[in-house]
């Protein structure tokens, strides 16, 4: 008598890993930005710094697509949509998260941007009549929860003043603002521009912009010549901008921008590593139940089917 085959457990497919992948880097990249980007607050305007970093950005992320022979040419629908990305998302929304991180904790930051998967399945409804799952919204109410409690003790210790309230506004208008870059970024890829190309004219449009905006309103323009300012600068630009930015649009385009947004969510917890690290930050049980929510979150948000 012959034995039965014995039965195979499922095998992750090679595009699931390198969407687990993707997801780990931006969220270890973006994790480590929230401390750094404390480092580009003081000396100089964060408006100059913001152009700095993007502008550098932009001219690594050309150097690429020439190492590459990938073309930067857009078509002019190509260009309008990129032109939308470096407005609303390098532009508005950063300029946006440094004034915020000036007047209120990253941790009340974090909670705010976690909402960013809610208002991208909204977004994306109105504008493409996409239909999120049951699944998605629930993994998305997990995110947002799961970092509310991740950084309750710093919510509740912030004091609640104007200057914090105007922080929250700022934070909101953020959120706002890159759910409407992540808008624009469908619109990029549906015109058929591909990743690197499409992200470099976008950084640079952010750049020039910022710029301008910054000698219409009279900033200083500063450089700090010391290593923290330079550091974080190189950190921001090449691993938080450039890496960062070419896989969370890569896995946009393969899973979904609810998907790809929720990265939001699970930055808060490397962002407690980092400053637990360097700050003597502690953790509470709290904090440890914030982290497993998120990370369900996540699984569930994995498994959701892409609009």
Not at 71 to 81: D, E, F, G, P, V
Not at 182 to 204: F, I, P, Q
Not at 253 to 273: E, N
């Amino acid at each position: 008598m012959s034995a039965e085959p014995a039965v195979r457990a499922p095998r992750v497919s090679a595009g699931a890993w390198l969407d687990i992948a993707a997801t780990a880097v931006c969220t270890l990249a973006w994790g480590t930005t929230w401390y750094a980007i404390t480092h580009q607050l003081g000396v100089v305007d964060p408006v100059v710094s913001i152009t700095y970093r993007f502008a550098l950005a932009a001219a690594l992320l050309v150097a690429w697509c020439a190492l590459r022979g990938e073309t930067l040419k857009l078509s002019r629908a190509q260009h309008a949509a990129a032109f939308g990305i470096g407005l609303f998302t390098f532009a508005i929304d950063y300029a946006f998260v440094y004034w915020a991180e000036e007047r209120v904790t990253s941790a009340v930051v974090a909670v705010v941007f976690a909402a960013m998967a809610f208002v991208n399945l909204i977004l994306f409804r109105l504008a493409f009549s996409q239909r999120a799952s049951m699944l998605a919204w629930i993994a998305a109410g997990f995110g947002v929860i799961g970092v509310a409690l991740l950084s309750w003790e710093e919510i509740a210790s912030a004091q609640m003043s104007a200057r914090a309230w105007t922080g929250i506004g700022l934070t909101l208008a953020g959120v706002l603002a890159a759910a409407i870059g992540n808008v624009y970024a469908r619109r990029v890829e549906l015109a058929g521009a591909g990743v690197a190309a499409s992200t470099a004219w976008a950084m640079a449009y952010g750049a020039g912009l910022l710029a301008l905006f910054a000698l219409f309103t009279g900033k200083t323009w500063a450089f700090e010549f010391t290593w923290p300012y330079v550091l974080s600068l190189l950190h921001l630009a090449v691993v938080g901008s450039v890496i960062a930015f070419l896989l969370y649009y890569g896995l946009a385009r393969r899973r979904g921008y609810a998907l790809a947004s929720y990265i939001s969510a699970l930055t808060p917890p490397v962002a407690m590593t980092v400053s637990a690290l360097f700050e003597g930050k502690s953790w509470g049980a709290l904090a440890l139940g914030g982290v497993a929510l998120v990370l369900f979150g996540q699984v569930l948000l994995m498994r959701a089917r892409k609009a």
